[in-house]
């Protein structure tokens, strides 16, 4: 093997490696979890399969997305989608700290954690800009392999 | 039937393989070589600036075009042939620290996720903003927010109408006019001194800036 084949090797790896790292970059990544707000469907230092292909208007109800902290920018958290623009909220009654019936505003999603009294979610902070959420949880791959993205929510809070 | 069709296209393959071995023996195996290396390295070069072009666009600097007149007399001001174009720092998008009072910046808007708007950063987070026209007289900017504002408030669609924005919606800050030509200048930072009231837990550092020149009013 000659020094120009060893360079165009060389060339061709780095190359693949990058557009890799580009293509993963924008369309799906492995991330790991921590803290209580998603429990029992996600438990602290699980793995998951995040995609961030889903245009914005494509979110639906009951997704498990990855958003930006709307109180913190360098936190990311992750919440189920339990209300779109336009729907109509009421509080439980178990974590309120209001009372009346809020719509989501235009542009905004509700969030809330599946873990209800440990969870900092809209219920603090209010609906949050569709802007801020930037991916979808498609599986669970560690401790063992379980399909998220379509899972039917509990519909008595909206 | 299909066993006929199946022949002949079997005898097609066929007949184009002799084809392609004839010309491959034709030319010199040295040559054929060193073309198909040449052939699946342009392929890689091409692969491999379109990423470093994406990658550079989403996470180190870019360029957008500036349409409308909220941010008048700053950009796009009366009377120039066509649209701005600025440079875009991607900084910001890593690092929110390091967004300062006074700049532009470019953020996704909370009403219309899709649709991404150039506005002046105001106030960040703890100060206290004497708003024009918003449903409080005067806003203190909460946690993880900020305060933005064309220069032309007439005609800006900005934080006086939704009121405060969430940093992670920001991604990116304008740092220079590159076109038009004439035009080519970098962005100064401007603060309307009389109406923010800083975080009384930080430095002071915008005293020395220009205040704000107003578009129509």
């Not at chain 1, 178990?94 to 979610?121: I, Q």
């Not at chain 2, 991607?90 to 690092?95: A, E, G, I, L, V």
């Amino acid at each position: 093997m000659n020094t120009s084949k060893i360079w165009q090797r060389m060339f061709h790896t780095l190359g693949a490696a990058f557009i890799g790292y580009t293509v993963l970059d924008s369309s799906i990544q492995i991330s790991v979890f921590s803290g209580p707000s998603m429990e029992p469907t996600i438990q602290e230092n699980d793995i998951g399969l995040v995609e961030k292909l889903t245009p914005y208007k494509k979110f639906q109800r009951g997704d498990i997305v990855i958003a930006t902290s709307p109180d913190n920018p360098s936190i990311q958290i992750c919440k189920r989608i339990l209300a779109l623009e336009g729907d109509r909220i009421t509080s439980d009654g178990s974590y309120a700290l209001w009372r009346e019936k809020r719509v989501v505003p235009r542009g905004h999603v509700w969030l809330e954690g599946d873990n209800k009294d440990n969870s900092t979610d809209s219920r603090q902070f209010g609906a949050i800009p569709l802007g801020l959420v930037h991916c979808r949880l498609l599986a669970k791959i560690s401790p063992k392999v379980e399909w998220l993205a379509t899972s039917n929510i509990p519909v008595d809070s909206s | 039937m299909f066993n006929f069709h199946w022949n002949t296209f079997l005898h097609l393959t066929r007949k184009i393989h002799i084809h392609i071995g004839r010309r491959c023996q034709s030319t010199r195996s040295n040559e054929t070589i060193s073309n198909s290396a040449s052939w699946s390295t342009m392929l890689m070069t091409a692969g491999f600036t379109c990423c470093f072009v994406s990658i550079l666009d989403d996470k180190v600097v870019t360029y957008t075009m500036v349409s409308g007149s909220s941010m008048q007399p700053c950009l796009n001001p009366i009377g120039s042939k066509c649209n701005d174009r600025v440079l875009i720092d991607r900084s910001p998008k890593r690092n929110f620290k390091k967004l300062k009072r006074g700049e532009l910046v470019i953020y996704r808007t909370t009403r219309n996720p899709d649709e991404v708007n150039i506005k002046r950063l105001v106030a960040l987070e703890g100060d206290t903003v004497t708003t024009l026209g918003y449903k409080n007289r005067s806003v203190l900017v909460p946690t993880g927010h900020c305060w933005v504002e064309g220069d032309n408030h007439r005609f800006s669609d900005d934080s006086n109408v939704v009121g405060p924005v969430p940093l992670g919606l920001i991604s990116g800050r304008a740092t220079h006019i590159i076109y038009p030509p004439s035009r080519w200048e970098s962005i100064c930072r401007r603060f309307p001194h009389s109406r923010v009231k800083l975080n009384p837990c930080e430095e002071d550092t915008v005293s020395h800036l220009p205040d704000v020149i107003c578009g129509i009013s």
